[in-house]
């Protein structure tokens, strides 16, 4: 995926993570000129309506959501066999990179997050 052009519009630059339907990808968007974070369903599961089906109400659900803490969905698309949603890209550590580096939360940061 590094290298394509989603969309005619998102170039892929980096793979920076993934989960069982998708991975996601650090993009530049060429028309606005700034960075987001591209989710790619796999292509394994873009044949399977209800996987698709999911993805997009995923898609529709994060878009209806509006709170600082929590990514803005800015676009979902589709170019050819691939299936995206356009994210708002934030830099910085995991939580999972969190735990692994600091060990488990207690409940107080976990309320705190």
């Known amino acids: 995926?590094?290298?394509?052009?989603?969309?005619?519009?998102?170039e892929i630059l980096e793979e920076v993570g993934g989960g069982g339907m998708a991975k996601v990808y650090r993009a530049?968007?060429?028309?606005?000129?700034?960075f987001?974070?591209?989710?790619?369903?796999k292509p394994e599961?873009?044949?399977?309506?209800?996987?698709?089906?999911?993805f997009h109400k995923e898609a529709q659900a994060a878009a209806a959501l509006n709170?600082?803490?929590i990514v803005g969905v800015y676009d979902v698309g589709q170019d050819g066999?691939?299936?995206y949603i356009v994210m708002e890209y934030v830099e910085g550590q995991t939580?999972?990179?969190?735990?692994?580096?600091n060990g488990m939360?207690?409940?107080?940061?976990?309320?705190?997050?």
């Not at 995926?1 to 998102?10: A, E, K, P, T």
């Not at 599961?45 to 999911?54: C, Q, T, V």
């Not at 939360?105 to 997050?113: I, K």
Request: a neutral charge; hydrophobic letters at 45%.
């Open 45 to 54: 599961l873009a044949a399977d309506e209800d996987f698709l089906k999911r």
């Open 67 to 69: 709170s600082p803490h």
């Open 1 to 10: 995926m590094v290298g394509m052009i989603l969309g005619n519009r998102y």
């Open 36 to 41: 987001v974070a591209v989710k790619v369903l």
């Open 105 to 113: 939360l207690s409940w107080q940061e976990t309320v705190d997050y």
């Open 81 to 83: 066999d691939i299936h």
């Open 28 to 34: 530049r968007c060429r028309l606005l000129n700034r």
């Open 95 to 101: 939580l999972k990179e969190y735990i692994e580096a």
